[in-house]
């Protein structure tokens, strides 16, 4: 019984990852595919190839990327990003999107440095990720303090503290290892 009870447990950490990744990989790749894919297979019909969708948003992407370089064009673009930044609701929405979008990919990226934070009164410390250094700009009481991100164990979740810069020690960690560690428990420690 042992035996089969080992080897049950052997092939749940073995293949159930592969099938998670897999999956999530397939549901991703579907999600962009069908972004622009459903509307070119009616006329493509049999020609058409699985991916064609994601190359289309792609190069649309780039497109419009190139567009908003341009004199006239990016001066539309602006005007809309102008328009939709002060549209009531619509603002908040869009303005969140724009800056979390920014904080991945932009020239002010976020979560580039990974922090360790002192829990006050506990000697309990965590992870996290400046995303912030200009919190006095939003509150003047706070012009000490920096904003940290604490994702959540097992979630793409977490809570953002606002903390003050002698409370939290700047780590010489990769971003995506930190990430990596705080989202596993602190598992991927161990295969170090």
Same mark, same amino acid.
């Given at each position: 019984?042992?035996?089969?009870?080992?080897?049950? !447990?052997?092939?749940?950490?073995?293949?159930?990852?592969?099938?998670?990744?897999?999956?999530?990989?397939?549901?991703?790749? #579907?999600?962009?595919?069908?972004?622009?894919?459903?509307?070119?297979?009616?006329?493509?019909?049999?020609?058409?190839?699985?991916?064609?969708?994601?190359?289309?948003?792609?190069?649309?992407?780039?497109?419009?990327?190139?567009?908003?370089?341009?004199?006239? #064009?990016?001066?539309?673009?602006? !005007?809309?990003?102008?328009?939709?930044?002060?549209?009531?609701?619509?603002?908040?929405?869009?303005?969140?999107?724009?800056?979390?979008?920014?904080?991945?990919?932009?020239?002010?990226?976020?979560? #580039?440095? &990974?922090?360790? &934070?002192?829990?006050?009164?506990?000697?309990?410390?965590?992870?996290?990720?400046?995303? #912030?250094?200009?919190?006095?700009?939003?509150?003047?009481?706070?012009?000490?303090?920096?904003?940290?991100?604490?994702?959540?164990?097992?979630? &793409?979740?977490?809570?953002?503290?606002?903390?003050?810069?002698?409370?939290?020690?700047?780590?010489?960690?990769?971003?995506?290892?930190?990430?990596?560690?705080?989202?596993?428990?602190?598992?991927?420690?161990?295969?170090?």
């Amino acid at each position: 019984m042992k035996f089969l009870l080992k080897n049950f !447990l052997n092939g749940v950490l073995t293949i159930v990852p592969i099938i998670l990744a897999v999956y999530v990989f397939y549901k991703v790749f #579907s999600f962009f595919d069908g972004l622009l894919g459903k509307y070119l297979k009616p006329y493509l019909q049999d020609s058409y190839i699985p991916g064609i969708g994601i190359l289309c948003t792609v190069m649309l992407i780039t497109f419009l990327g190139w567009l908003s370089t341009q004199y006239i #064009s990016g001066r539309i673009i602006k !005007l809309i990003d102008r328009l939709l930044e002060n549209i009531p609701f619509i603002k908040t929405v869009y303005s969140v999107i724009k800056d979390t979008i920014a904080s991945f990919v932009g020239e002010k990226r976020s979560f #580039s440095k &990974v922090v360790l &934070v002192q829990l006050p009164n506990t000697g309990m410390k965590c992870i996290g990720f400046i995303t #912030s250094e200009e919190v006095g700009k939003f509150l003047d009481p706070l012009k000490d303090h920096v904003a940290v991100y604490i994702p959540q164990t097992f979630q &793409v979740a977490g809570i953002t503290c606002l903390v003050p810069k002698e409370q939290i020690q700047v780590l010489d960690v990769k971003p995506e290892d930190a990430m990596k560690f705080v989202l596993s428990g602190g598992m991927t420690a161990a295969k170090k």
